[in-house]
């Protein structure tokens, strides 16, 4: 967010990819917090209200759990910064469905490509579309010698099983 071109650039990205892959919503939704702002811009950029979704509603007022004008019936994509389990995604998508929306699917910055997560997302029928993934990082960081390529199957492992990962890595 800090970066203006680098912010044009994911904002332009993510509406170009709501066009190709889900055809224009009625509504943008982001999810709290990492995909409040991106989500803002990306409605700016397609004429759309927007809306967001918090993690649990607030404890106060009308204790809503969406925060915007949204009607019943109404099409909504919705976008988030990163996605690693999909839980947080997924639990707006149906908090979404609840309040009488179509979900049209999900677009992201990033996702690690946890097999979690695409279960998740396949489990709950939502389509989503990353701009990035970790595949293609440690490709880019291989290409710029962040990484030299004798590591990359101990960095691909590390996806594989991440809790457990740092038990079996091996230091030099």
């Known amino acids: 967010m800090s970066y203006p071109k680098v912010r044009t650039f994911i904002r332009q990205e993510l509406a170009k990819a709501i066009a190709d892959k889900f ?8 999810v709290a917090t990492g995909g409040i702002a991106h989500g803002a811009l990306v409605a700016q950029e397609l004429g759309l209200p927007f809306i967001y979704v918090r993690s649990a509603p607030k404890g106060h007022g009308m204790e809503n759990l969406v925060e915007g004008k949204i009607e019943p019936g109404q099409t909504v994509v919705v976008v988030e910064d990163l996605i690693s389990t999909g839980q947080s995604s997924i639990k707006v998508v149906k908090a979404l469905r609840d309040a009488g929306c179509i979900v049209k699917g999900l677009v992201s910055i990033f996702d690690y490509g946890f097999d979690v997560a695409v279960a998740q997302f396949k489990e709950d029928k939502c389509p989503f579309y990353s701009l990035s993934n970790y595949d293609s990082l440690l490709d880019q960081a291989v290409k710029n010698k962040y990484v030299a390529l004798e590591e990359i199957d101990q960095l691909k492992s590390w996806r594989d099983n991440p809790s457990s990962w740092g038990a079996t890595l091996k230091i030099a």
């Open 23 to 30: 055809e224009k919503p009625d509504v943008i939704a982001g």
